[in-house]
């Protein structure tokens, strides 16, 4: 199709502007190609603006577009009508959105991307999510208005992956976890309320929240996760009603939440009669090694203390946005509606292809993959950072999840590592957009899911060297291996 959309492209000036190009039967004829060849190369050229199709009549060459030279506009005025009204606010409206945006940019070319946030292509199980959209298509009714809710089976599918006495009734189908955690938060505080964060925590959720006009709090975790007692000691200080935590391979850090403070957790919120929403972002990225996995705290929960968020997205693609919000009680209403208020419902045809991937024998096989290849990917970033910088401190090593947190030296300008690193050939994330205040060292996030494969990782941590000695110089390479 590409070739004979070039040849055909090629010719246009054989024609003059709204002039008819041979019929489809004749290019057949003369290119010896099939009839949707040449259906999808004029559509090529269509969506190229160079030809137009007119049902029944044929092809034309477009006439070109007269551009109208627009008048310059003043938009001063906006700065004004944005903030005239703003005063009172307790929480500026403005967002901040640079803290996602560095992991959704691609970098440029040639450079290595340790701050992607999505599964490398190569990971994706694409063949098995393109059959899965094929069969979705198909369904009777696939392509009609679905619950608003969501799919019967695909709600009891969440539930069930939940575990506990979480019921199919107690789901709601979402648009993706960044979509279900704005629900959240709207329907349970007001603009001006705080709301409890871990410190650190994942930087698109203090901007949902600082959009929606809440004070984030941060609460410090360790390689344990969060601290209780100073989870009870915020929740008294600020009388806030919401803790946000990500219990299981927690971002940044990875750390998960010990056995032991699991039911401290609930016991604490219930008692604040706050809620907590567990974001369950990471599940299905579990390394080959990592065990058993805790049951997310929402099986665990019989009071309706946890809005649970589940996704299928980390474990297929970034366009796959299906994914769960589960709370009962009265607030399951609550989400329900701002649910329905902000975008109607999921698309049916992406909730039936959702079915079809996850009751299909691929499914099984692709999390078992990914399993594996986290695991390798993990151990090659952790094995070339203590050979090649040791300096970085690595205080933990996930078995779940798709990157590492590193703190940099005592004194550290991260924004000078990361633009060095850059220079270097290298993308990664700075620690500071992770802190909802003053961050107690400087940090960086490298992700391993998002390159080729090991030989890129390797080459992408030579690069960093280049970048540690740029800044911190080379003495402290050479100090460090003389202790080792």
């Given at each position: ?236 200080a600020t009388g806030a009603r919401v803790f946000v935590c990500q219990p299981l391979f927690q971002n ?190 400087a940090h960086v996030r490298l992700s391993f899911a998002a390159v080729a494969g090991t030989e890129e ?28």
């Amino acid at each position: 199709m590409g070739e004979l959309a070039d040849r055909l492209r090629r010719e246009l000036d054989r024609y003059s502007p709204g002039g008819k190009l041979p019929s489809s039967r004749a290019l057949v004829e003369r290119f010896r190609v099939s009839p949707v060849t040449v259906s999808r190369a004029l559509a090529q050229l269509a969506a190229e603006g160079l030809v137009v199709t007119r049902p029944g009549a044929g092809a034309y060459r477009a006439r070109p577009a007269r551009a109208a030279a627009a008048p310059a506009g003043d938009t001063s005025w906006q700065e004004v009508a944005l903030s005239a009204d703003g005063a009172a606010d307790l929480v500026p409206r403005s967002v901040d959105a640079s803290g996602v945006t560095v992991s959704l940019a691609a970098p440029p070319p040639g450079v290595t991307e340790f701050n992607g946030g999505y599964l490398h292509p190569s990971l994706q199980p694409e063949r098995a999510m393109a059959a899965a959209l094929a069969r979705a298509g198909r369904r009777p009714g696939a392509w009609g208005r679905p619950p608003m809710e969501g799919l019967p089976e695909l709600r009891e599918w969440f539930a069930r992956t939940i575990g506990g006495s979480v019921t199919a009734a107690e789901v709601l189908v979402s648009a993706g976890g960044q979509t279900s955690l704005t629900t959240a938060l709207r329907a349970l505080a007001p603009p001006g309320a705080p709301v409890l964060v871990e410190s650190p925590t994942y930087p698109g959720m203090l901007a949902i929240a600082r959009a929606a006009g809440l004070r984030p709090v941060p609460v410090p975790v360790d390689p344990d996760g969060v601290r209780p007692e100073l989870l009870a000691d915020a929740f008294r200080a600020t009388g806030a009603r919401v803790f946000v935590c990500q219990p299981l391979f927690q971002n940044p850090t990875g750390a998960v939440l010990a056995p032991g403070r699991r039911a401290q957790v609930l016991r604490i919120a219930r008692e604040a009669g706050a809620f907590v929403v567990e974001d369950d972002f990471v599940r299905r990225l579990a390394h080959e090694d990592a065990g058993r996995l805790p049951r997310p705290l929402a099986a665990d929960d019989p009071d309706g203390v946890v809005v649970h968020v589940g996704s299928l997205t980390k474990a297929t693609s970034p366009s796959f946005r299906v994914s769960a919000l589960a709370a009962r009680g009265p607030v399951l209403e609550r989400l329900r509606a701002i649910q329905v208020v902000d975008t109607f419902f999921v698309p049916r045809p992406l909730q039936e292809a959702a079915l079809e991937l996850v009751g299909s024998p691929a499914w099984p096989r692709h999390l078992r993959s990914i399993a594996t290849e986290l695991r390798v990917r993990r151990d090659a970033m952790t094995a070339a950072l203590r050979l090649t910088l040791p300096e970085l401190a690595l205080p933990h090593i996930p078995s779940g999840g798709y990157h590492l947190w590193l703190r940099l030296p005592d004194g550290s300008d991260e924004g000078a590592f990361t633009a060095a690193a850059l220079r270097a050939g290298v993308a990664l994330t700075p620690g500071r957009p992770y802190f909802s205040a003053e961050p107690p060292a400087a940090h960086v996030r490298l992700s391993f899911a998002a390159v080729a494969g090991t030989e890129e990782i390797a080459q992408g941590v030579r690069r960093l060297r280049a970048a540690c000695d740029e800044v911190f110089g080379r003495k402290t390479f050479d100090t460090m291996n003389a202790v080792l």
